[in-house]
């Protein structure tokens, strides 16, 4: 309808007139409810997104999308327990949701439940081998967890797949950095600052390689970069 096209175009505030109207026709539409509860998600306003969505479900418990976007709102506002059990639901409603799989991976991993993360973005790279970010996501998740290997090999992937991303090469050089490989970390920085020099994280973390090298004078420059 009119509301989801306003919606499309970014027209936030004109697809809620439309769904109110919609909802003004049938107040037991749980699309309505659901998109305005987007629209309102989309204008960073949490709480009207969450009652939408909880009116959608409401009229509709097997509504897997409320669930799903609802989790995206809870996580965001860092209720991670509740946001966690909604994509649980999302994913015994539509147990084929990549995407369901990769939100509530990044949930698990922000609290350090890694291995768990790890199930979830093998999950969505089953359904999907091509997402290259989720195997940036689950290099990191298995950086943490000491698989400095697994999180190169995840990193290699990655950077196949999407051989411009800078934040690649600073994952791939954390990792052979804990490996003591400094000099291969040291590239990837470099690699990374190529691409985008304003890159913090590679400023810092090629400081602390060049510094494990002797470079201090190179380690104090990249310090003061970062």
Do not use: M, W
């Not at 709480?47 to 009116?55: L, P």
């Not at 909604?86 to 609290?111: I, M």
């Not at 970010?133 to 950086?143: D, E, I, K, M, W």
């Amino acid at each position: 309808n009119r509301g989801n096209i306003h919606q499309i175009l970014g027209n936030y505030h004109e697809a809620i007139a439309d769904h109110n109207q919609a909802l003004q026709l049938d107040p037991k539409l749980a699309e309505a409810y659901h998109n305005r509860g987007n629209a309102h998600y989309a204008l960073t306003d949490y709480q009207s997104a969450i009652a939408d969505y909880n009116h959608a479900l409401k009229i509709n418990p097997s509504f897997a999308g409320a669930y799903y976007n609802r989790g995206l709102v809870l996580a965001h506002l860092k209720n991670y327990h509740r946001a966690i059990e909604d994509f649980n639901q999302a994913l015994k409603l539509n147990p084929d949701d990549v995407q369901a799989y990769c939100e509530r991976g990044l949930v698990r991993s922000t609290l350090e439940d890694y291995e768990g993360a790890i199930a979830d973005y093998d999950q969505a790279l089953q359904e999907n081998p091509t997402l290259a970010l989720v195997y940036g996501f689950r290099a990191n998740a298995l950086r943490r967890l000491g698989d400095y290997q697994g999180a190169i090999a995840d990193s290699n992937r990655l950077l196949q797949l999407n051989p411009n991303l800078a934040e690649g090469y600073c994952d791939r050089a954390a990792a052979r950095r804990s490996l003591g490989d400094h000099k291969g970390a040291i590239k990837d920085y470099d690699r990374a600052l190529q691409i985008n020099d304003n890159l913090a994280a590679a400023y810092y973390g090629r400081g602390i390689a060049r510094e494990a090298l002797q470079d201090l004078e190179g380690a104090i420059d990249d310090n003061t970069q970062a």
